[in-house]
T-cell receptor, first 113, second 111 residues
Framework: DTGVSQDPRHKITKRGQNVTFRCDPISEHNRLYWYRQTLGQGPEFLTYFQNEAQLEKSRLLSDRFSAERPKGSFSTLEIQRTEQGDSAMYLC???????????FGSGTRLTVV | QQQVKQSPQSLIVQKGGISIINCAYENTAFDYFPWYQQFPGKGPALLIAIRPDVSEKKEGRFTISFNKSAKQFSLHIMDSQPGDSATYFCAAREGTYKYIFGTGTRLKVLA
């Protein structure tokens, strides 16, 4: 068990391009979360999966954002037609059901130029 | 609308001193209050947490004090060390899985 793994760690993209991030949760954790953290702010909730089902999606997640968790294992977060306002750290976290607190990954820092 | 307000924004403490970070919340439905520690380039790591039916919880040098009637809670770091220099976030659980985070406190402990 090596914790929550996120890839890539850093991504620089031009405005208008599509990007995809990957998260590998702790293997026995059936809950998976995506958060976004901008500079000087706390993480903000984006979406939640229980196994493969996406059970909640924040209003912060516009139509350009999509997340998947096929087979309840790893998850991907895709941003289409990136905008400069999408520049942020995208954090993935996981937890087992019935527990409090998450284990966060180290995040993917996205810079849109 | 900021549901969890955190202060101060930054804090400088001498080695061996006490660091105190405060948070306030409005939603009485919040039922779990963790503190996270984040180092540069890393994700937040759970440090210590408390439920609202407890007024204080201590783990090593870290203590949470919770005042349910005032809707406030605080993190105390005793005997602060340079290795404690990090950004600290309070959070509150909304529902069964979602957390609302404060804006963070950047702590610097001087050697």
């Amino acid at each position: 068990d090596t914790g929550v793994s996120q890839d890539p760690r850093h991504k620089i993209t031009k405005r208008g391009q599509n990007v995809t991030f990957r998260c590998d949760p702790i293997s026995e954790h059936n809950r998976l979360y995506w958060y976004r953290q901008t500079l000087g702010q706390g993480p903000e909730f984006l979406t939640y999966f229980q196994n493969e089902a996406q059970l909640e999606k924040s209003r912060l997640l516009s139509d350009r954002f999509s997340a998947e968790r096929p087979k309840g294992s790893f998850s991907t977060l895709e941003i289409q037609r990136t905008e400069q306002g999408d520049s942020a750290m995208y954090l993935c976290a996981s937890s087992p059901s019935g527990t409090y607190g998450y284990t966060f990954g180290s995040g993917t820092r996205l810079t849109v130029v | 609308q900021q549901q969890v307000k955190q202060s101060p924004q930054s804090l400088i403490v001498q080695k061996g001193g006490i660091s105190i970070i405060n948070c306030a919340y409005e939603n009485t439905a919040f039922d779990y209050f963790p503190w996270y520690q984040q180092f540069p380039g890393k994700g937040p790591a759970l440090l210590i947490a408390i439920r609202p039916d407890v007024s204080e919880k201590k783990e090593g040098r870290f203590t949470i004090s919770f005042n349910k009637s005032a809707k406030q809670f605080s993190l105390h770091i005793m005997d602060s060390q340079p290795g404690d220099s990090a950004t600290y976030f309070c959070a509150a659980r909304e529902g069964t899985y979602k957390y609302i985070f404060g804006t963070g406190t950047r702590l610097k402990v001087l050697a």
